[in-house]
Nanobody, 117 residues
Framework: QVQLVESGGGLVQGGGSLRLSCVAS????????MGWYRQGPGKPRELVARMRSGGITDYADSVKGRFTVSRDSAKRTVYLQMNSLNPDDTAVYYC???????????WGQGTQVTVSS
């Protein structure tokens, strides 16, 4: 079993920055992908950024050049550095771990990010 605990959300003015952290506990494999999804008001949950095995990263087009995902395996932590935030980034951000071989997903409880204009 895997548990994911996020932190770092909050209220920020447009143009500002935030860094989200997610600490994983339980059975973590080096082949697991870890990353972030978000769900804005009235919107479906969407991939924001993730890091797959080998350090391969994927980003949503809307965040490319502004957000950076990173992972510290020793600390079992994945980060999301968010710069140049705008009100469209307002959402609940969820940490995700996905098994490479079974595609099983684990989710954190979510952390709210609110960007004021």
């Amino acid at each position: 079993q895997v548990q994911l605990v996020e932190s770092g959300g909050g209220l920020v003015q447009g143009g500002g920055s935030l860094r989200l952290s997610c600490v994983a506990s339980g059975s973590i494999l080096s082949t697991d992908a870890m990353g972030w999804y978000r769900q804005g008001p009235g919107k479906p949950r969407e991939l924001v950024a993730r890091m797959r095995s080998g350090g391969i990263t994927d980003y949503a087009d809307s965040v490319k050049g502004r957000f950076t995902v990173s992972r510290d395996s020793a600390k079992r932590t994945v980060y999301l550095q968010m710069n140049s935030l705008n009100p469209d980034d307002t959402a609940v951000y969820y940490c995700n771990l996905r098994r490479a071989y079974t595609s099983q997903n684990y989710w954190g409880q979510g952390t709210q990010v609110t960007v004021s204009s």
